[in-house]
């Protein structure tokens, strides 16, 4: 689990910017730092060490110096993959995961992509052909971005560094701002900034002198093919045995963050289910807010199974003070609240662990989440008012007038194409697919990779943690959009695959829990003073007056005083200002001090 980037000239290699934008992901990788610097091709890394902690520094490079990796995250059937290239006659010189991609490439050449399971983003460096390969894993776990402003081709893990590493700051895309308000996050290849792009989940880009020569999708979700498996259970309990065996292996401990849900708990099941012992479970609840807690339940498991149990009880001050590091760490626009309790919990955990447990990618693939369970009427009403995506993910979260009185011009010009992302992903899915695996697969294609797997992967890299979510596994997921409706969902509950294979070998009383989600108490936040700071902080800010009309702000404010119910919206405005400050004005390349984000941005 590291952190990478790299630059492929076009011309003569300019390394000016180069060894600033490494330390610039010093976050992600506190373990060490290498380089590589050959025919014009510069790449970068920063390692946090998980496997091999002796051996496996990177770049990695082949025995007769051909090839050159840089590498992030973890290839979890490694073993397997090695024992395969040993009989092909692969010499491998360290005991790093990441070293079957090297090895892999050299023996089967791209296909390699096709036989890797992981997490994972690379670049690899052929100095014979004067190729470079970039990829990214195909649910998109592990980040890259690239750009092809200026001369040749940079790109990094994390925007800071990118940013570090271009010759200047480039213009704000008002698609992509507007996608951020409407929906969360930016979609697809959109990013905040014109000229740069995320490489898609799944995708692998070719350059040659400096330039894209061709790029291609690996692996993608519209192709899972639906079947239905005669005894569903056991083929599940033979997949989850596989996958969660190989994601077991580290040369570290690992932890596990606990909520009262379904996936944390099957996962803690299964620690216990496969041979770990000395386990240790973080969670995190907000006891005196309005929105409550699982906090008991979360600790009636952990006694149940014997963990070494932290709790997490941060007042609304705390939280706060923590905006500006969430907002930095998120890197991407991303308005996610639950990303403050995620970056807190990676706090407590650095303290002991390197590598967590999270239960990411549970409601996706199985169907968990109640939006799966909307009746075929509101779907087709939503789908008349809103066209393209069969009245799923429909609407953005400005309504009733909202957009028109809150947007500037540029926003409000770019308002009419934000969800055309979606409707692409929606019309290309098999006209055989049920509306429920294509309900799935947008949010596998979209929500999960723009949204909570950014979330998940910098608020952990943020304190040099890595992040393994068994449920977003590729063969999980495939194997979860395939099954049959039925299989995973009725009327009144979802996951039902998933909760009767677990019975099996857990407690599952609390499994009949309506599912709450992990919510954060923003509305608790802005009352009184400190909403009358915020109002302050937001109409002097420059940004804000940029992209906003003052007129909605107001509104907004006003509406939070009297219902208590917009804080969310607000909460949209100043974690931008923030981003405008730490991305646009400047370029932050190391983590802020905790501090009140009203008086951050009146500074």
């Not at 403050?340 to 549970?362: I, N």
């Not at 799966?372 to 087709?380: C, D, K, M, N, P």
Request: glycine letters at 10%; hydrophobic letters at 40%; proline letters at 4%.
């Amino acid at each position: 689990m590291c952190g990478l980037l790299g630059y492929a000239a076009a011309g003569e290699l300019d390394t000016d910017r180069f060894y600033h934008a490494i330390a610039a992901l010093s976050h992600r990788g506190p373990d060490g730092r290498g380089e590589s610097v050959r025919q014009g091709v510069a790449l970068g890394h920063t390692r946090l060490s998980i496997i091999d902690l002796e051996g496996g520094a990177q770049p990695l490079r082949s025995e007769c110096g051909r090839y050159v990796l840089v590498a992030n995250g973890e290839i979890y059937n490694h073993l397997e993959l090695r024992a395969e290239l040993h009989s092909a006659g692969a010499k491998f010189l360290t005991g790093s995961d990441c070293e079957v991609i090297l090895q892999g490439y050299a023996v089967w050449g791209r296909a390699v992509l096709e036989r890797l399971e992981g997490m994972y983003a690379f670049a690899l460096h052929d100095t014979e052909t004067q190729e470079v390969l970039l990829a990214r894993d195909p649910l998109g776990m592990k980040p890259l971005y690239l750009t092809t402003a200026g001369e040749g081709v940079r790109f990094a893990s994390e925007l800071k560094a990118l940013l570090t590493l271009m010759p200047s700051t480039p213009d704000l895309c008002a698609t992509a701002l507007v996608q951020y308000v409407e929906g969360q996050h930016p979609l697809a290849r959109s990013t905040p900034f014109k000229m740069v792009e995320r490489v898609l989940a799944g995708e692998a880009v070719l350059i040659r002198a400096g330039r894209i020569e061709g790029r291609w999708r690996h692996w993608q979700v519209s192709e899972v093919v639906p079947f239905r498996e005669e005894q569903p259970v056991a083929a599940l309990d033979k997949l989850m045995e596989t996958v969660f065996t190989q994601h077991q292996r580290a040369d570290v401990p690992i932890g596990l963050f606990l909520s009262a849900g379904v996936d944390s708990t099957v996962l803690l099941g299964l620690m216990r289910r496969y041979g770990m012992t000395d386990i240790h479970t973080f969670s995190l609840g907000f006891p005196d807010s309005s929105v409550g807690d699982e906090l008991d339940v979360a600790t009636q498991l952990a006694q149940h199974f014997h963990t070494n149990h932290r709790v997490i009880t941060p007042h609304a001050g705390d939280m706060l003070c923590r905006m500006p590091q969430v907002v930095w760490a998120a890197d991407d626009l991303m308005r996610d609240p639950a990303s403050l309790p995620t970056l807190l919990l990676a706090e407590e955990a650095s303290r002991s662990m390197k590598v967590v447990f999270s239960g990411e990618g549970g409601d996706e693939s199985f169907a968990g989440y109640g939006r799966y369970r909307t009746s075929r009427v509101e779907r087709l009403f939503k789908d008349i008012l809103f066209p393209g995506t069969g009245g799923f993910r429909s609407r953005g979260d400005l309504r009733g007038g909202v957009a028109k009185r809150l947007l500037g011009e540029a926003l409000t010009a770019a308002r009419t194409g934000w969800r055309q992302p979606l409707i692409e992903s929606w019309q290309s899915y098999p006209d055989q697919w049920t509306d429920l695996q294509k309900m799935q697969a947008l949010d596998l294609e979209h929500a999960l990779p723009d949204n909570l797997l950014v979330k998940a992967d910098r608020m952990l890299m943020a304190h040099g943690i890595e992040g393994r979510m068994p449920f977003v596994d590729r063969r999980v997921v495939s194997f979860g959009l395939a099954l049959p409706d039925d299989q995973k969902r009725d009327a009144r509950e979802g996951k039902k695959i998933l909760k009767t294979w677990a019975a099996g070998f857990m407690p599952t009383e609390h499994f009949g829990a309506k599912k709450r989600g992990f919510y954060v108490p923003v509305n608790d936040w802005w009352q009184g003073d400190r909403l009358a700071a915020l109002s302050t902080a937001l109409h002097n800010n420059a940004a804000i007056r940029e992209w906003f009309r003052p007129q909605g702000v107001s509104d907004l404010l006003s509406e939070q005083g009297r219902t208590q119910r917009v804080g969310r919206q607000l909460m949209t405005l100043l974690q931008f200002a923030l981003w405008h400050r730490f991305f646009v004005e400047s370029t932050m390349t190391d983590m802020p001090e905790a501090a009140d984000p009203l008086r951050l941005l009146s500074e």
